[in-house]
Every structure is written in structure tokens, then in C-alpha cells.
């Protein structure tokens, strides 16, 4: 019996197997969403704010002289789909400020 | 990894503006929409009681036939 105890004690140490949770599964994914989201959605800085309004200017200049009709169809799609993602932080702004998902709970 | 892009100062704060903008329309109309539920469902509950009231007198009508038919009384 002694033997055996003693080929237990004598077993090499592995590395703590870490188990499957939520935590060791979400920590690097969280780390990536970080990395891109400090870069991607954060707010504008005061700085931009003037080069957003230059911006929505030459967007407007370009409807006007019909420089915006020459986009083509893959260029409007991409910008499609941009406006849709912009229009869809709306939604969730609704959604934050009557306080719930589906609907008004009054 | 792909390194984060760099957005446009104007898809930036159209987004951020929306949010700000989404929030505002939903508080707005969440105070417009309540008190109009309130008075809606008083509405209802008087509504229902008068409802209520008409099948409690067209049940014992009904139950009260089997007894005017019989000739029992």
C-alpha cells in the first residue's frame, strides 16, 4: 500500500487545468471587443466635432452637383449599409430611454 | 490581429447623436404614452364591470327558465 502512496506522491505536478466557465471563456473575447471598440465607438472628441460638420458639408455640396450620383453601386451599398448601422443607434437610444426592449411598459 | 479602423469624425458623432437623440424621443414619448394608459385602462375596468354585470343577469335569466318552463311552481 505504502508503494502505491508513494508512486502517487512521486506523479509529476501538470498545469491546473482551468475549467470551462463563463469567465475563462468571455475574458480574451472581452480583451478584443476592447481593443477595437476604444478605437472604433468611442464618442467624438471636441476636436471632431468641426470636421464632422466640414463633413456633412462636402456631403451636401456633393448631392448638389450631383457628384454623389456617380458612386458606384458597391460604394452605395457599403454607405447603405453605414447609414443603417447609424440609424440603428437611434433605436437603441429609444430603447435605453423608455426602459425596455419590446415596447413601453406603461 | 486587424488593426482597429479609423472612423470618419462624421459617422462618429451621427451615431452618438442618435443615441442621444434615440433617448431623448423614447423618454418623450413613454411620458405622453403613460397617462394615456392610465385613463385607457380605467376606461376598460368600467367598461368590464358594466360587461360583467349584463352576464351575471343574462346567466340567471338563463337558469332561471329551466324553472319558469317547469311546472313545478
Request: glycine share 8%; charged share 25%; net charge positive.
Amino acid at each position: 500500500c505504502g508503494y502505491f502512496v508513494q508512486q502517487l506522491m512521486d506523479k509529476p505536478h501538470r498545469q491546473p487545468v482551468e475549467y470551462f466557465s463563463a469567465a475563462t471563456y468571455s475574458k480574451p473575447r472581452l480583451a478584443t471587443f476592447w481593443h477595437y471598440a476604444k478605437v472604433e465607438l468611442v464618442p467624438p472628441s471636441p476636436a471632431e466635432i468641426p470636421q464632422a460638420i466640414i463633413g456633412i458639408k462636402n456631403i451636401v455640396t456633393g448631392v448638389n452637383s450631383g457628384r454623389l450620383g456617380q458612386t458606384t453601386v458597391k460604394d452605395a451599398f457599403r454607405n447603405g449599409l453605414v447609414c443603417t448601422e447609424v440609424m440603428m443607434w437611434f433605436y437603441i437610444g429609444e430603447c435605453i430611454g423608455k426602459g425596455g426592449i419590446v415596447g413601453y411598459a406603461v | 490581429m486587424v488593426p482597429p479602423v479609423a472612423v470618419s469624425p462624421v459617422i462618429k458623432t451621427a451615431r452618438w447623436s442618435f443615441l442621444l437623440i434615440g433617448m431623448f424621443y423614447g423618454k418623450q414619448r413613454y411620458d405622453y404614452l403613460k397617462p394615456r394608459a392610465e385613463k385607457e385602462r380605467l376606461v376598460e375596468e368600467a367598461e368590464k364591470k358594466i360587461r360583467e354585470e349584463q352576464e351575471k343577469i343574462a346567466k340567471a335569466l338563463a337558469e332561471g327558465n329551466i324553472f319558469f318552463n317547469s311546472s313545478e311552481c
